[in-house]
């Protein structure tokens, strides 16, 4: 039998204390959840790929009441979900929450003891209070239609999901579609939203590839990339290889391979990929 902080195929989650009521938890796809404990319930930020209990594995830390909130509908980010009876979310991550890359995490939906979990709409804005500890909700959809990041007033510390990362953030969009640039555009928005909050945090914690960035100069090297995709200037690097993403998706297998050939470009420490056809 395995125990109950042990996935599937016998890996650990990993876990450590940022501050006092604020842990980051780890799984071996290196996906970074955030568990935010207040002096009356607590906040499990994403849910991870769905291997193990993770709601067995963040109440092993806390004896508050869990609630579990999704930064976007990715399933590497929701696949835990139906560890619970009800999940938060943005409205437009409702459907992809469910959708599965692969048939293992198919099976491992399935086996969760709430597969039909209610869901939750978190609107920008929102606060989520966890007892004199606010969470403040902003909508920031581009690398997902469904994305937020949260704002910790407490811990002064901004949770950003697939947006805004060190490794690369994904724009799983083609630049010959329609929306292409839009999605960009709405990127470069975004990050400017964030940078406008920026008195009120003072690191970033995302969820893949390394947490507690310092916010400069990734917030101007981020919004200076997207204009540069804007205006056609972008250099596409030799090789789209990053932080635990392959050199070659399409023919590696990759669950990114079914989006055809990508490529990378970078400004200062900000790489953005896209899919060049
Ligand atoms: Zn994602």
Not at 14 to 20: D, L
Not at 28 to 42: D, H, Q, T, V
Not at 208 to 218: A, I, K, R, S, T
Request: with cysteine.
């Amino acid at each position: 039998m395995h125990s109950f902080n042990i996935d599937q195929a016998g890996y650990l989650y990993g876990k450590w204390m940022m501050r006092p009521g604020f842990w980051a938890i780890t799984n071996r796809w290196l996906n970074f959840m955030y568990l935010l404990i207040g002096e009356e319930s607590a906040v499990l930020i994403d849910t991870g790929c769905g291997e193990g209990n993770i709601r067995s594995f963040v109440e092993s830390i806390t004896n508050k009441s869990v609630k579990a909130i999704n930064t976007h509908g990715h399933f590497d980010h929701t696949g835990g979900n139906g560890c619970w009876p009800e999940v938060w979310m943005a409205e437009a991550a409702f459907v992809d929450c469910r959708r599965t890359f692969e048939p293992l995490q198919e099976r491992l939906a399935a086996e969760k003891p709430y597969p039909d979990f209610l869901m939750h709409a978190l609107r920008d804005g929102d606060i989520v209070d966890l007892g004199k500890h606010n969470l403040e909700i902003l909508s920031i959809p581009a690398h997902h239609s469904g994305s937020i990041a949260i704002l910790d007033q407490k811990n002064r510390v901004l949770f950003t999901g697939d947006e805004f990362e060190s490794g690369q953030v994904l724009m799983l969009k083609r630049r010959t579609d329609q929306e292409f640039f839009s999605t960009i555009a709405r990127h470069q928005a975004n990050i400017q939203k964030l940078k406008s909050r920026r008195k009120d945090y003072d690191f970033i914690c995302p969820a893949h590839n390394g947490c507690m960035l310092n916010p400069e100069p990734y917030l101007d090297d981020f919004i200076a990339l997207d204009q540069q995709i804007l205006d056609g200037t972008a250099v596409i690097q030799p090789d789209t290889a990053g932080f635990g993403f392959p050199p070659d998706p399409v023919s590696s297998g990759s669950v990114f391979g079914m989006f055809g050939k990508q490529v990378r470009v970078e400004h200062g420490l900000a790489s953005i990929i896209y899919i060049d056809n």
